[in-house]
């Protein structure tokens, strides 16, 4: 099943609220969880992660919080879901060839690239500026 798990629900959810912000305004987790509904412990390691992925800055101790590390309309929903979920991935084999034996002779295994291609190219298309109109 292709989906996203709660995540890179709520990992997109906290990159919108940050992207509403003013640019390098710091915003606590705990602000920032309970206005976008989601367990502050949670998206506190979930931001932690995108921190060491160069998406988000982060400041500690008094005046400290998070802030989008590049301008919102050069972070695309594609990066922040691959950030917290890993590549995006139709199907295995599409990542992997070595997992199916058969892709050399599957006749559905261009569709699962063809899949691939459109979700990433659309992903790709839509930045944070845009969600956070």
Known sequence: MMGLTR???????????????????????NEI?????????????????????????SSRGAGGGFALA????????REVIEAVEGP?????????ASFCDRSGDCTVHPVWHRVQNQVRSILDGVSLAELSK
């Open 88 to 96: 995006i991935c139709a199907n295995r084999c599409v990542i992997d």
């Open 7 to 29: 995540k890179g629900e709520y990992a997109i959810r906290g990159m919108v609220y940050l992207a509403r912000q003013e640019p390098g305004k710091l915003i606590l987790v």
């Open 33 to 57: 969880a309970e206005t976008v509904d989601v367990p502050q412990s949670f998206l506190a390691k979930i931001f932690q992660g995108l921190t060491r992925l160069g998406l988000v800055r």
């Open 70 to 77: 590049k301008p919102a309309a050069e972070i695309s929903l």
